[in-house]
Nanobody, 117 residues
Framework: VQLVESGGGLVQAGGSLRLSCAVS????????MGWYRQAPGKQRELVAG???????DYADSVKGRFTISRDNGKNMLYLQMNSLKPEDTAVYYC????????????WGKGTLVTVSS
């Protein structure tokens, strides 16, 4: 399974970006997917995830601002990010997992999001 993220860039605080993750390969093996991020000097953290049952979970810091969605027909995962804040600056990674929840198995190389104040 290969994951390729796109859509990152530089945006002013209050702006919006939409991240995309293209999935290829043995896509039938994927059950859960998610977006993670890693800021400089910090650990990688879950931003938003979709479980195998379709339930969605968000980090408290992004609730009400970010929306995750999955298009199985197109093998795509998206993250719509609104009202961006400087603390959202990080490298954002797409994850695809064979288990019930995201966090294991397959990772993209990441896309950088920089939010200026």
């Amino acid at each position: 399974v290969q994951l390729v993220e796109s859509g990152g860039g530089l945006v002013q605080a209050g702006g919006s970006l939409r991240l995309s993750c293209a999935v290829s390969g043995r896509t039938f093996s994927i059950n859960a997917m998610g977006w993670y991020r890693q800021a400089p000097g910090k650990q990688r953290e879950l931003v938003a995830g979709i479980s195998s049952s379709g339930s969605i979970d968000y980090a408290d810091s992004v609730k009400g601002r970010f929306t995750i969605s999955r298009d199985n027909g197109k093998n795509m995962l998206y993250l719509q990010m609104n009202s961006l804040k400087p603390e959202d600056t990080a490298v954002y990674y797409c994850n695809a997992a064979r288990g019930r929840y995201p966090g294991n198995d397959y990772w993209g190389k990441g896309t950088l999001v920089t939010v200026s104040s």
